[in-house]
T-cell receptor, first 112, second 114 residues
Framework: DQQVKQNSPSLSVQEGRISILNCDYT??????FLWYKKYPAEGPTFLIS?????DKNEDGRFTVFLNKSAKHLSLHIVPSQPGDSAVYFC???????????FGTGTSLTVIP | GAGVSQSPRYKVAKRGQDVALRCDPISGHVSLFWYQQALGQGPEFLTY????????KSGLPSDRFFAERPEGSVSTLKIQRTQQEDSAVYLC????????????FGPGTRLTVT
């Protein structure tokens, strides 16, 4: 049973516009969330994280928003650049503090 | 290089063969994780080590899967009597501490069982 869901398998955005990637989770005990970016033939690389005590975390062009009541988080990339084209995974830290639960990924294409 | 490395990068095994996948974490990283990523899916947790201790192996899909990290650095994931459903990318990640610490992933080993 998928505890972290990314319902959009793909997204295309014009360069310079905002990219919004969404993620939903089912377990209300999750309290730490991360976004990873993955290029083909490489492992995922950490992008940004957020703890449940916050509802927003910003790092340069990347902002993550957390809505705990809706069990929803989103990653905003603005302005989007062609180099942002990759698969983006959201992940949540489980109750034990050992396991990260990943979504199925959203493939972002930024069109020049 | 300072990153996580994995070998081999690609492995083709005949059904029933045993395979061993190696992970070299970042030096000094306490935690090491193995994940299995099937095609079109996100990484799924297999097992977790803190130094040489395997603290969580709840994600290992069967007793054909075995992982070790005897000296608290290099880790090996062994799959015995491989089956076609074992075909996936196996990712290793390490982190400086446990839990909330950022995980650094290796490039993965793509295993194909024919």
């Amino acid at each position: 049973d998928q505890q972290v869901k990314q319902n959009s398998p793909s997204l295309s955005v014009q360069e310079g516009r905002i990219s919004i990637l969404n993620c939903d989770y089912t377990n209300s005990m999750f309290d730490y969330f991360l976004w990873y970016k993955k290029y083909p033939a490489e492992g995922p690389t950490f992008l940004i994280s957020i703890s449940s005590i916050k509802d927003k975390n910003e790092d340069g062009r990347f902002t993550v928003f957390l809505n705990k009541s809706a069990k929803h988080l989103s990653l905003h990339i603005v302005p989007s650049q062609p180099g942002d084209s990759a698969v983006y995974f959201c992940a949540a830290l489980g109750d034990t503090g050992n396991q990260f639960y990943f979504g199925t990924g959203t493939s972002l294409t930024v069109i020049p | 290089g300072a990153g996580v490395s994995q070998s081999p990068r690609y492995k083709v095994a005949k059904r029933g063969q045993d395979v061993a996948l190696r992970c070299d974490p970042i030096s000094g990283h306490v935690s090491l994780f193995w994940y299995q990523q099937a095609l079109g899916q996100g990484p799924e947790f297999l097992t977790y080590f803190q130094n040489e201790a395997q603290l969580d192996k709840s994600g290992l899909p069967s007793d054909r899967f075995f992982a070790e990290r005897p000296e608290g650095s290099v880790s090996t994931l062994k799959i015995q009597r491989t089956q076609q459903e074992d075909s996936a990318v196996y990712l290793c990640a390490s982190s400086l501490n446990r839990g909330l610490s950022e995980q650094y992933f290796g490039p993965g080993t793509r295993l194909t069982v024919t």
